[in-house]
Nanobody, 130 residues
């Protein structure tokens, strides 16, 4: 069974940093594209960053470019999102997603295509507040 488990969220002051982790199980990790998106209640999902499984190419939403870094550890079957210089508007629940090849590509042509997400976890909440 496909499983994605996010962790690392919490309360942080503006300007602070957090590193989110996503542990994957139930499928072949290598070669898969992964992404992070966030959502605030009653608002649309925002695709933040993705990393292509085929060549490691990464994409970042303009709002987080230069502040967030996505990475992966194939040996540990984990994906990370290092977040720095956090702002109150970054407050949201953060989700890890994977492209299992069931639908359209998720991380392609410099975009994070939300419709390409085949599975995502339950999320980890991040609150940025003084």
């Amino acid at each position: 069974q496909v499983q994605l488990l996010e962790s690392g969220g919490g309360l942080v002051e503006p300007g602070g940093s957090l590193k989110l982790s996503c542990s994957a199980a139930g499928f072949t990790f290598d070669g898969k594209s992964f992404g992070w998106f966030r959502q605030v209640a009653d608002k649309e999902r925002e695709g933040l960053s993705c990393v292509r499984g085929s060549d490691g190419t990464t994409y970042y939403r303009d709002a987080v470019k230069g502040r967030f870094t996505i990475s992966r550890d194939n040996a540990k079957k984990e994906v990370y999102l290092q977040m720095s210089n956090l702002k109150p508007e970054d407050t949201a629940t953060y989700y890890c997603a994977v492209d299992l090849g069931r639908n359209q590509d998720m991380c392609v042509n410099g975009q994070f295509v939300l419709r390409g997400m085949d599975w995502w976890g339950r999320g980890t909440p991040v609150t940025v507040s003084a």
